[in-house]
């Protein structure tokens, strides 16, 4: 609820959910009527999607015949893909062969998907309907996914709230009874990163301090204007390079287009790979016209692929 007489300075902010139809709704908790600080809906405009392409043997497969058998799924029992080492086990070399071949498989979408929506996420059916995630193994990654897709969307838009970063500062107590003010993040901060330095990864110098650079107020105030749903994108790791790369490809266009309807804007994504993935945005890449760091010294611009961090994304928007 909101009141033209409460105080502004106890402003909260309410941050939007979407679901299949790609328009935004709030969920709101009513209060003691003696509560009547003002809440502001914030919708995100500005999409920057991230997909996630697995390593070699983290897509789920199955027959591509009538009937979709499955052939490698990653649903996991007591932490441990069960089902199918057993079925594995059974199978005699010649089975397995059979059944494992580049031709006579394909991407299998049905593998389990979390339970319970975090982040962007409204609806569990989103993340396969949607997101994607059942094509990929829940072991291995979908606590990974999870993690990324609150840290992205389920901290608000408020970047002074943000767990990971901090910075030392001094604040007057709330008056005793009253709501403690919401936080304001100010331009022209070094942020730090909590459990992790910067300076422990980068080259040192040839004299003077390393060339690490802090992440900047400026930048996650930028970042906050971004919403950054969280996609999978499946391959078949039998087949060759260039099938998964298309594929990637495909996806990229898809989840660009579905993000950019009802007012919002996605020009890019950005891509985080595992292992083998990684040949595949090299190839999509190269199809786009666009060259790789071993091909010049500095990277061209690529249409699609925002090929940096998510805060050098927004840093250049």
């Not at 010294?297 to 805060?311: E, G, I, K, N």
């Amino acid at each position: 609820m909101t009141s033209s007489e409460g105080n502004d300075s106890l402003q909260r902010n309410a941050d939007a959910l979407f679901g299949s139809s790609g328009n935004p709704t709030f969920e709101l908790t009513l209060s003691s009527t003696a509560i009547n600080d003002m809440v502001r809906l914030v919708v995100q405009d500005k999409i920057l999607p991230v997909i996630f392409v697995p390593g070699i043997m983290g897509s789920n497969l199955m027959s591509n015949d009538q009937g979709r058998d499955k052939v490698w799924r990653l649903d996991t029992s007591m932490g441990a893909p069960l089902g199918l080492a057993r079925r594995m086990s059974f199978s005699g070399p010649a089975t397995r062969q059979r059944l494992m071949h580049p031709a006579r498989t394909a991407v299998d979408p049905r593998g389990s998907v979390p339970g319970k929506p975090v982040g962007s996420v409204s609806r569990k059916q989103q993340y396969s309907d949607e997101r994607f995630w059942g094509e990929i193994s829940e072991g291995s990654y979908h606590a990974f996914l999870l993690w990324l897709e609150e840290r992205l969307n389920g901290q608000g838009s408020n970047p002074a709230n943000w767990q990971d970063f901090y910075y030392t500062a001094v604040s007057a107590a709330p008056v005793p009874g009253q709501r403690r003010p919401e936080p304001v993040l100010h331009p022209g901060i070094a942020m730090h990163m909590r459990e992790f330095d910067p300076r422990r990864y980068a080259e040192p110098a040839s004299s003077g301090p390393t060339g690490a650079e802090s992440v900047m107020s400026d930048d996650l105030l930028k970042r906050s204007k971004f919403r950054m749903p969280v996609y999978a994108c499946g391959y078949n790791w039998l087949a060759s390079n260039s099938v998964a790369a298309d594929r990637l490809r495909s996806r990229i266009e898809a989840v660009i287009s579905a993000n950019n309807r009802n007012g919002f804007k996605c020009d890019q994504v950005i891509l985080i790979t595992h292992s083998m993935g990684g040949w595949s945005p090299v190839a999509v890449h190269r199809s786009w016209g666009c060259r790789t760091r071993s091909q010049a010294s500095s990277t061209a611009s690529c249409p699609r692929l925002a090929r940096l961090s998510p805060t050098d994304a927004a840093r250049s928007a």
